[in-house]
């Protein structure tokens, strides 16, 4: 049963079907863009779980990355005269190389010292957006260019289900498929102890940053991308709040687990949707729904429904 | 020299809040080594309750205490329902479990009260006095004050008494503590207990000068633990250094430097300072063993 859950292939195709299947079943135009919204947060959360589930390092300041994406596809076009295509590419290389820059120092930290520190990261990035207003628009945000492809303009709700749907399905598979490689088992080594993981010869500091650098660029392309789906961005997109979000839904989700980063992100998206019905008591809940979630799952939803399953299985 | 003067109270001003919201913090991690993203929301609590209160008629010193002791209420509800159960869980987990702590008591608070800025009114007068040609709101002597006998009557009780001497041992050593027949779990519940009565003294103290509302909570509870970890995570006198450092930071580099970028210099000072010193300018060297 869990040689068969693991498949790697078995998890992308799962995943396709549902992509696919899901249209047939949606009432509404109003459903392709929150499952949409749903794909882009599972992409950067299935990220931030190679840093926070894989390598064993906190970032409360990831929207920061999500922010630098979604800018760059903002202020390039509409500033510098960039292409869209081509400002996101660049939002993600900017990313990866702040992270790269930053996570040098950062990463030498440890728990709850390596969280003020990528909170303070976090805080910082958006403070700039917030208030650079002349290029990003400040408080109010600032609407961003359709993205055209090869002379095919990227637009609609419907569109834009297959293409983020398309960017989960890749991420997915680069994120299952770095689980196997040498890089993938020496994150899970400096996870589990980082000095066991530096005395058989694992380079602690090298993988930390790579899992950083890796995380940032996933968060970018996510960012971007929801940027172009919204035609419009907020400074809220790199904010504090959607930080603890992301954290949220890969431990909500299951650490280390990247189906359980899909499933986390699908409950945390639509939960807020579903709970307009009672808008007035959306935030009372929500904050229940995580508190009642952490206590009685605390390894998160996948990891404990399949030792549930599994536990079933065998009796 | 006047100007200078200005920056310097109104920075202790508001370090002297950042402080108490960092002794919160300090209080409940030491005990239970729980980072409690929900200590601004008691700061928000005792605001919020304080000019419910008032409004309602009741005289100001009763609508404080009533808001003390709602927030006192509410952190031993927290610790009760949400902490407790959650034993033995990761400190991720339990950092979620303060933050979604947090959000739910934002939307009560929005619920209960409203989502709009409320002011109380200055203790003794809005008569600015001048102290060497600064003009200082009689509001910061009250927050500088009470700080102090907070911090004071905190000292006191954790060094010379036998249940504060019972939080210090829970502190160093949970396991120990309980070997010699201190009760942690109450001694977890009065830490929550009176984390939330310092933050929601701290919220009393300062809405005559910052205003409160639902969702004043977050910012602060970020600066308060920027401040815990400054001084250096878990000592007392770390925090309340870190707070007043922090908020005399933000009134001289607003002053001197940029007015817009207030809040960044406190996020840079901590990055530069944890590169620098990883423990915070307090905390302990810790030499890890294998």
Same mark, same amino acid.
């Given at each position: ?315 | ?14 370090? &002297?809040?950042? %402080?108490? +919201? *960092?002794? /919160?913090?300090? @209080?409940?991690?030491? =005990? ?5 993203? #929900? ?27 009533? &808001?003390?002791? %709602?927030? +006192? *209420?509410? /952190?031993?509800? @927290?610790?009760?329902? =949400? ?5 033995? #869980? ?201």
């Amino acid at each position: 049963m869990r040689a068969l859950v693991n498949q790697r292939f078995v998890t992308l195709l799962i995943l396709a079907v549902v992509i696919a299947i899901l249209p047939f079943v949606f009432p509404s135009s109003y459903y392709f863009r929150v499952a949409s919204l749903v794909w882009v947060s599972a992409l950067a959360a299935i990220g931030l779980n190679i840093l926070m589930g894989q390598a064993g390092q906190v970032s409360l300041g990831h929207a920061a990355f999500f922010g630098i994406g979604a800018y760059a596809v903002a202020i390039g076009p509409t500033h510098l005269g960039i292409p869209p295509w081509a400002a996101l590419l660049i939002g993600a290389v900017l990313s990866g190389v702040l992270a790269y820059l930053v996570g040098r120092p950062i990463l030498r930290l440890k728990g709850h010292y390596l969280a003020i520190a990528t909170l303070g990261l976090g805080v910082l990035v958006a403070l700039v957006i917030t208030t650079e207003s002349r290029w990003t628009g400040g408080p109010d945000g600032m609407p961003v260019e359709r993205l055209t492809l090869f002379g095919w303009r990227v637009s609609g709700s419907y569109t834009w289900y297959w293409v983020t749907g398309g960017l989960l399905l890749v991420g997915t598979w680069i994120a299952l498929n770095l689980d196997e490689t040498p890089t993938g088992r020496a994150f899970r080594a400096l996870h589990d102890s980082e000095i066991a993981a530096q005395v058989v010869g694992v380079d602690v500091a090298r993988f930390k940053l790579q899992a950083f650098v890796i995380a940032a660029i996933y968060a970018s392309l996510a960012g971007s991308a929801l940027a172009f789906m919204n035609g419009f961005i907020n400074p809220d997109q790199a904010g504090f709040l959607h930080s603890v979000e992301l954290v949220t839904i890969v431990v909500l989700g299951g650490l280390g687990s990247v189906v359980g980063s899909i499933v986390g992100a699908a409950v945390l998206v639509t939960l807020p949707q579903a709970l307009t019905v009672f808008q007035e008591y959306e935030h009372l809940l929500l904050g229940l729904i995580i508190i009642v979630a952490m206590i009685f799952m605390r390894n998160g939803i996948v990891p404990s429904l399949s030792n549930l399953l599994l536990r079933r299985a065998r009796s | 020299m006047a100007e200078f003067l200005q920056f310097l109270i109104s920075g202790l001003t508001v370090g &002297a809040v950042y %402080a108490l +919201v *960092a002794l /919160g913090f300090t @209080l409940i991690y030491n =005990a239970s080594g729980v980072v409690n993203f #929900a200590q601004g929301e008691f700061v928000m609590l005792g605001g919020m309750v304080t000019v419910f209160a008032s409004a309602a008629g009741v005289p100001l010193p009763l609508a404080a205490l009533v &808001a003390i002791a %709602a927030a +006192v *209420a509410i /952190g031993l509800l @927290l610790h009760r329902f =949400a902490i407790e159960p959650a034993r033995g #869980a990761s400190a991720v987990t339990l950092i979620i479990i303060t933050i979604g702590a947090s959000i739910l008591l934002r939307g009560v608070a929005a619920i209960v009260f409203d989502k709009q800025f409320h002011k109380l009114p200055a203790f003794t007068g809005d008569t600015p006095v001048d102290v060497l040609g600064a003009a200082v709101q009689p509001q910061s002597f009250w927050v500088l004050g009470g700080t102090a006998v907070v911090v004071l009557a905190l000292y006191v009780f954790l060094e010379h008494t036998l249940v504060g001497k019972a939080v210090l041992a829970t502190a160093a050593n949970r396991l120990a503590a309980r070997l010699v027949g201190i009760n942690t779990t109450t001694i977890m519940a009065l830490a929550f207990g009176g984390s939330a009565a310092i933050g929601a003294i701290a919220g009393i103290l300062v809405t005559p000068i910052t205003l409160t509302s639902y969702d004043v909570g977050t910012l602060l509870a970020l600066k308060g633990f920027a401040a815990a970890m400054l001084g250096g995570m878990g000592n007392p006198v770390g925090a309340v250094v870190g707070g007043l450092l922090l908020g005399l930071l933000e009134a001289f580099g607003a002053g001197y430097l940029s007015s817009t970028y207030k809040d960044a210099f406190a996020f840079l000072v901590i990055l530069i300072v944890l590169f620098a010193a990883p423990q915070g300018l307090f905390g302990r060297r810790v030499v890890e063993r294998v």
